[in-house]
């Protein structure tokens, strides 16, 4: 497995990655700390499968932080807590607030400004960690004629050409979400498409460890 | 304008009639006892702008109701109340379990059981009323691809054919709605595409007065 | 419509434009943050009726503000905002004060004061906005014999008189609540004669933006 | 003093009686059983007083009650209790329906029905007694051309009138009320102009007990 | 009576006075501000008896106080709001503490440290003023045989003393407090008998009231 | 020791006996469901002293309670529990009532009374029990000049003789604290005199243990 | 996989089942009605990894039951629910008060009674279903010295026995966790070595499943 | 008895001292400043069995310190407090964070860390007070094959090795509990076997007074 006895992996992200979390970062396995998405469930497998590894993971997801707030707070909540490796999903926010507040200008954060923080929270972190991870924002819409999907994959596709540019490892949730969504109708998930249900958190960890090596049916001999 | 003075209508439905109303039933103006969604919008409108009038409104709504539950208590929470006019908003709930509860299928209401009940509804009120009003149920998705909003259609048309059949007032929401998203985003109304914020709440009672003779710019001379 | 795409208008008081919204100032629309009364159903009427419109609406009001401390956080709560439209609805608690707490004089702002204040906030404003609105303040008390009506319309002569001295839309809330006593008695709006219930909200909107050139029977082509 | 030693008076009536006693009689000194208002002021003085003298004070006013509710129960909550004087005060709500909820007339209870409860609780009630005090119902506005109060007279000289008829004493909170508001406005003692402040309460005790031969200097030798 | 037109007394205390008032200092009439102890019941009597004459009653009671913690605040609580008289009522927690925790003698304050205050809150105070009452601190314990009781006595005699040297107004409320207990148990005013019910606080504003030439019959011509 | 394993002792009562425990009946060591008194105070000293020996305490404290309440529930809450031992510790509450609430003599339990409903109650179980404890009822006043102290001893006569009648074992709660005042006042135990801290919970489970052969120096061997 | 489209399953058991869930019964998806535990965990991977089949889930865990009260409500809690499928993990409350409450014997099940009561549960259900689970009961410590440990390891054997005797699915979450316990210390998943963190409610359901032929690596084509 | 009237101890510690006390220091007998654990306890039998002396107990534990934690409020929460005795049980946290976080060793404190950090405490204090208690930290493990309970022993020896170098009274709670343990399991005293309940509490007492020449049968004569 790609994670080594007693590093740490941070999170950052905004509510889809909080869900509860202690703020501004959950740094313990005790109380819910973790919060109760898809962090809770990597570390729920790592230690459930991979006992005799021991992984330090931290949850630096704030509610409703946009990419511009996510750097304010990058050297503090994420570079001073030491990680080996980083994941990032963010970006959900800078598109929702041009759908649900049209009016409220300063509240967008436009593809440019987006990208910008993306390319500086990468160039503070990638040379001081073994891994960064680059997830993708998605909105749990499969058609792609919605207007905010479509949106949506604009942002992601920064990602993606950022990760790639950096050597970064690129997590796809929303390619992920919609092959699920073949199979099931987005309501399952997340009545307000966007903060997944426990099934949502497993799907997500499944995907995020599958990128790291990390075997579902590892037992320690 | 239709309504008389001293006359009262009743608003049947679930949580989007509801909104926080009194429960089972909502017959005061004094503390929220309407709710917050349309029927309180309405209530609003008629009591503002038609002051010489005294209409009494009465809020129906309970949440998560179905037809099948609708029927149930259709002659307590209606009938019971002596109404002149009666408006039903039902079938959400009927199919939104399809989708975010796939496999319960004991909370799912099929079609068939939907057209029953609101017949039967229908049947033991349109000869007691001097008006009857069908409202569609809705899915805040305007794009007729998506799974749920192919099925609310369905239910839908059974609302109108019914209204049809019996000369009920058939007032189309999901119709209203279309339009709007025209300008505006689903999110912009409800995370959930269901219950509306006080913006949808304005829209629906707009679109419901419109069918009651209701001048926006009355004032008494 | 007066207002253009992506303006903004800030309304600015007490108690009567606060009514729940987030403080000091309310300037999302998620969450209730615009409260729950007149500047709630303005923005619901905007946005419901003008959807190809973009007005950004904040509620600035403060529970408890008298005119004095409304000037006090002027520059903070409204002009730091970069209004393009402004509201002023104040002077009730001015007056409310000399009647319920007559022993408290230190709570009592005398005409004088008042005038002065509003005049102040009027020139620190006026160069700088489209257009600022002075709105009278009001007691739903329609028997001009009741002194603290009386007194309460001295304040509203003042407001009157500055909005004409420096070109402002005077909006006369008094002058509608008296024409809307003429069906109905006051405790139908208010128990304490001030707090507008929804029906109020409603009717105050439809006043303020009587003189927005809004057309309350718009819709997009 | 009219009260003797270990004598009962029970004092029934709607909010103004109850402020906040226990449900639906408060017979205990402790606790607030007997709530913050004019009975409790009443009780205060008789005990800070006349501690030679043991009177029992029992509230059983209940939130909202009009005059046909007050006789429904008044079997179980008054007659019951083996008082040796009963205090009525009802029929605000009577009244106060009629201008705040206008169109909910079947919450409206009118002079006839009024007068035939009230006449029924005085007939089950004044043989059994030393002495039954009829209180005018009262509203707190002091210009007898609002339509509230002018109806809110009628009321009260339907109970002036059962009193004479069947030599019940009666006091008059509401003429009390008119002296008092030629000093200080009604805001001052109640913005809903119903609810008294403790200044009220203090007032109603000092206007009760005037009745009772009671005096407020008086202190055992 | 001895209070003029918008003249403002000030009652500074501990737990006694305070009584639920607003912190720390309760100097409106509005939402219970002024707590429910005696302060409450003298600005209810002097409001209901007196209409005609405004007088700002300010409490300035703090829970827990000693006589060492009162002079602390003295400056800010008392002397800043300006007042025309004061009352102090204190010393109760210097000895209770002497009893309740005897092992903690930190808490404790010792008669000379509590004269030490007491002189300086009123060589502060007392030419500013047109009268300043001291108040007995009380034990509700008749049996002056009781240790507490009678270190208590010990602690009225030194405000005696004060109050006699520097021509203050003494009011006995220990005294006031034994003739009531010739007649009532203290188990009826207080269970721990310190904090006053309504009947303590109501037999507390008269006492105090009776320095004053107030007239408990007065009513304004 | 007295008690042998598996045996059951109830401990019947008022508030004191209660002191927070699961209502009506404490029946398991879990949860604080033994209350916060001198009943939780034996269980921890038989636990934690005589480890050896299982003891089944249970609390039937309920507040409140006079004799006469007692009484009622004595076979559901008493008896049907099976005991090996019962404890009986009553009429603090007949005798508060009489002097905290002097004109409701309702709610007065005279000495007859409270004679028949003990006396019944002994009756009901002397013989089905191996022991059963009567404590003093207690006030914790020292001054036996005190009325109330004085007709609680009344009371406390009372439940001596009726314990040396019917062969129980009498515990003297009373004489305790008279002991204990000798040293410490009353308000180190008690502000109201009745329901004791902590310290008042182990004299007083040291009291009732000194009647049971228990020995606070034991350990197992 | 084993459980095919449209099949129920109920888990029966205590809080280590219920963990939160709807009470009695959680039988929906939304709103953590199926609680926090393991079946929760079952349920998240089931619809995560095979959203072709939809398999309804039910919590029918209720805290605290023994086995003597999960047969009390067996038929209204689990057959009436018409499982295809029945989970049930009992036994450990049976153990649990024998060493927790060891005076309170009323509350022990001993191995005999608990025995009887699963035998009468399997035999009231192993003919309607497809298939019955049985899981061992177990305690987090490692070491089999422990008296609980080696009590709970009995009841254990009976579940074994009855599971092979009636031809049901034998889950040994005991032995489970002795692996898992040669990596971590037990304070890792539960200080209280009985309710399972997140950790091991993964395990728990990785477990349970490998016992249905579920593929941890699955997605549908 | 080994302390004298008016002396201080303080008791500093983690939550097992702490137990619900004031924070950071509980300072007064009053309102469970205490907290509810053995401080408690023994702050009961000294003034319940010796009142003839008062001792000011003080309780400095804080929930969750480790040895680290505890040194850098050593200064301000114990010494400034001017004792004349101090107890310390520490290093609880010290261990348990190693078994239930194991991940995560920024939280784990290490033997030599541990004792540099109590060698610190001891050198600061032991020359100014004239006793200092060192109590074990304990795990209620009996089994010490167990590796937490192994390692607290490694602590505990820290603790003795120091106590005895700096002539420190040394106080064994994990031994006083392994007696305990031969007669009752664990979990009768602590489901997380840790945080005693009422009945730990009182051997705890008992066994820390055993070393202050305590005698549980004291009278004053």
Known sequence: ????????????????????????????????????????????????????????VVNSGVNGNTSTEMLERWQRDVLDLNPDYVSLLIGGNDVWRQFD???????????????????????????KVKKMFI?????????KDDPM??????????CKRLADEYGCEYVDFQGMYDEYFKYRHPASIAWDRMHPSRVGATLMAREFLSHCDFDMLHKPE
């Open 1 to 56: 497995m790609l994670f080594k006895d007693y590093e740490t992996i941070v999170f950052a992200g905004d509510s889809v990655t909080d869900m509860g979390s202690t703020l501004p970062v959950g740094d313990s396995p005790l109380w819910d700390a973790l919060g109760n998405g898809y962090v809770r469930e990597i570390d729920s497998m790592l230690n459930a499968f991979y006992p005799e590894v021991h992984v330090r």
């Open 101 to 127: 507040s049209p009016s409220y200008t300063g509240q967008h954060v436009l593809p440019d400004e987006t990208e910008k923080s993306i390319r500086k929270m990468i160039e503070m972190t990638v040379s």
């Open 135 to 143: 997830i993708s924002p998605y909105f749990m819409e499969p058609l």
């Open 149 to 158: 999907r479509a949106r949506m994959d604009e942002y992601g596709a920064i």
